[in-house]
């Protein structure tokens, strides 16, 4: 097989979460582009159905499946339609996070609802995710990516958002994990993106002009000089997903522009 070929998904179905928008949506349309099947989740259906267009003008198959990722039995029903419309899934991307409000914030400055909300959406859904990933995979396996972020390892200060850090510092420890405990069936790899400028990522640090958006840019000191896309992070998840990355488990490999 050459180099070219081992990126290629033909015949594979892959799961996104947070599908509807921003690095969701970038996923599952390079995810598509490669060759697989998506079924797309997300909380608004409305958003769901114009991902799976673009899915379909690519060539491939779509399923649209609302779905909360805090709630398990949400997850179940996703794993449950893929199988029974798509066939076994391959592929399970857990990428639906963020701040639940939009709100970054101070540890000492975040109240325990708030603290538990946070660690519900970006941790407990991703462990959720990965249990009920693995029992919807066949006896060949598959791959599971979880997507973390740069905050995970280096916190940027001015962002002021301790508690977004540390789930997903917790997610990358359980990343590790599970790529352990689920080998050699099935590889667990994440990617943690850095800032790109999605819906909740300018919502949070009110970057509403282009002036706002190069004093945001400049304060983070990203080596190559620009904020990311959604197509960076979807062309990482490829590769994790593909033959290309078949001796890779257990890994965190940062997007994030240096």
Same mark, same amino acid.
């Not at 081992?6 to 582009?33: H, M, N, P, S, Y």
């Not at 060539?59 to 179940?76: K, N, S």
């Not at 101070?106 to 519900?120: G, H, K, N, P, V």
């Given at each position: 097989m050459g =180099?070219?070929d081992q990126f290629?998904?033909?015949? &594979?179905?892959?799961?996104?979460?947070?599908?509807?928008?921003?690095?969701? &949506?970038?996923?599952?349309?390079?995810?598509?582009?490669?060759?697989a099947?998506?079924?797309? /989740? /997300?909380?608004?259906?409305e958003?769901?159905e114009?991902?799976?267009?673009e899915?379909?003008?690519?060539g491939?198959?779509?399923?649209?499946v609302p779905?909360?990722?805090?709630?398990?039995?949400?997850?179940?029903?996703?794993?449950g339609?893929t199988?029974?419309?798509?066939?076994a899934?391959d592929?399970?991307v857990?990428n639906?996070g963020?701040?639940?409000?939009?709100?970054p914030?101070?540890?000492t400055?975040? $109240?325990?609802?708030?603290? $538990?909300?946070?660690?519900?959406?970006?941790?407990?859904a =991703?462990?959720?995710?990965?249990? =009920?990933?693995?029992?919807?995979?066949?006896?060949?396996?598959?791959?599971?990516?979880?997507?973390?972020? &740069?905050a995970?390892k280096?916190m940027?200060?001015n962002l002021?958002?301790?508690?977004?850090?540390?789930?997903?510092?917790?997610?990358?420890s359980?990343?590790?994990t599970?790529?352990?405990?689920l080998?050699?069936?099935? &590889?667990?790899n994440?990617?943690?993106?850095?800032?790109?400028?999605?819906?909740n990522f300018?919502?949070? =640090?009110?970057?509403?002009?282009?002036?706002?958006?190069?004093?945001?840019?400049?304060?983070?000191?990203?080596?190559?000089q620009?904020f990311?896309?959604?197509?960076?992070?979807?062309a990482?998840?490829?590769?994790?997903?593909?033959?290309?990355? $078949?001796?890779?488990?257990?890994q965190?490999i940062y997007?994030?522009?240096?």
């Amino acid at each position: 097989m050459g =180099v070219l070929d081992q990126f290629k998904l033909d015949g &594979r179905v892959a799961v996104v979460t947070g599908a509807g928008k921003g690095i969701g &949506r970038g996923i599952a349309l390079a995810l598509a582009e490669a060759g697989a099947d998506v079924a797309l /989740a /997300a909380r608004s259906a409305e958003d769901l159905e114009t991902v799976a267009a673009e899915v379909r003008e690519r060539g491939r198959r779509a399923i649209v499946v609302p779905t909360d990722v805090t709630q398990m039995e949400m997850l179940e029903n996703l794993a449950g339609r893929t199988k029974a419309e798509l066939g076994a899934v391959d592929i399970w991307v857990n990428n639906a996070g963020g701040l639940p409000d939009g709100i970054p914030r101070y540890l000492t400055r975040t $109240s325990e609802a708030q603290f $538990s909300a946070q660690i519900d959406l970006n941790l407990k859904a =991703v462990w959720a995710g990965c249990v =009920v990933a693995a029992g919807a995979m066949g006896e060949d396996g598959g791959v599971i990516v979880n997507i973390s972020s &740069r905050a995970g390892k280096d916190m940027a200060p001015n962002l002021k958002n301790g508690p977004y850090a540390a789930s997903k510092s917790a997610v990358n420890s359980l990343t590790a994990t599970f790529s352990r405990e689920l080998a050699p069936r099935i &590889r667990v790899n994440a990617v943690g993106p850095g800032p790109i400028p999605t819906e909740n990522f300018t919502a949070s =640090v009110r970057m509403d002009t282009p002036e706002r958006a190069e004093e945001v840019r400049r304060s983070m000191n990203i080596a190559l000089q620009r904020f990311g896309a959604p197509e960076d992070i979807g062309a990482a998840v490829v590769y994790l997903a593909s033959p290309a990355s $078949s001796w890779v488990t257990g890994q965190v490999i940062y997007v994030a522009g240096g």
